[in-house]
């Protein structure tokens, strides 16, 4: 089975603050992804990762950046947390496009 | 106008009730149609994927794609307490694209 793990399921965090979510999956998937999930506003890209030190923008990236140093490792950075990305953050991991695998989610509050 | 139109529910039924979920989508170059099953406090699950259009089974799913109306269906038979969850539709021609969900409650 795939997995694929988080490093926190809850975090909480203030204002300013740099923020590190480290995402690992152990299938030697090429893509990995990163999404904030909201209510109604469903799951959204904020980059994603075809190859290793290799990052594309997804609909929504400011106010984050990516590191992918490993194959298997995948970081979303916040440089300057704020409220309005209080969120619960989903990291995902693909060999096809349409078919991936999600962690447990990360919920992340900023005060 | 959304990509992707999801109803958001949410739909509860009695236990052994058949479900209809649905999304309508707007653009025509969609190939792969999913259907995500996402849990409270948990990530989303592949449930199923259908390749272009028609139907396919498993077990007491049903997935069915019209691309002619740009439409797609999950139906659940004899629906059980465990089903109960939000159903992520999602569907990509390069990138994916999900549905809001919807939240479906299945009462014993």
């Known amino acids: 089975d795939v997995k694929v793990t988080q490093s926190s399921r809850y975090l909480v965090k203030r204002t300013g603050e740099k923020v590190f979510l480290e995402c690992v999956q152990d299938?030697?998937?090429?893509?990995m992804f990163w999404y904030r999930q909201d209510p109604g506003l469903g799951l959204r890209l904020i980059y994603f990762?075809?190859?290793?030190?290799?990052?594309e923008k997804g609909d929504i990236p400011e106010g984050y950046s990516v590191s992918r140093e490993k194959k298997e490792r995948f970081s979303l950075i916040l440089e300057s947390a704020s409220t309005n990305q209080t969120s619960m953050y989903l990291c995902?991991?693909?060999?096809?496009?349409?078919?991936?695998?999600f962690g447990p989610g990360t919920r992340l509050t900023v005060t | 106008q959304k990509e992707v139109e999801q109803d958001p529910g949410p739909l509860s039924v009695p236990e052994g009730a058949i479900v209809s979920l649905n999304c309508t989508y707007s653009?025509?170059?969609?190939?792969?149609f999913m259907w995500y099953r996402q849990y409270s406090r948990k990530g989303p699950e592949l449930l199923m994927y259908?390749?272009?259009?028609g139907n396919k089974e498993d077990g007491r799913f049903t997935a069915q794609v019209d691309k002619s109306s740009k439409y797609i269906s999950l139906f659940i038979r004899d629906s059980q307490p465990s089903d109960s969850a939000t159903y992520l539709c999602?569907?990509?021609?390069?990138?994916?694209?999900f549905g809001q969900g919807t939240t479906l409650q299945v009462k014993p």
């Open positions: 259908t390749y272009s259009s």
């Open positions: 999602a569907m990509t021609g390069g990138k994916l694209i």
């Open positions: 653009n025509s170059a969609f190939q792969y």
């Open positions: 995902a991991s693909s060999l096809a496009h349409y078919e991936q695998y």
């Open positions: 299938m030697d998937h090429e893509n």
């Open positions: 990762s075809y190859d290793v030190k290799m990052k």
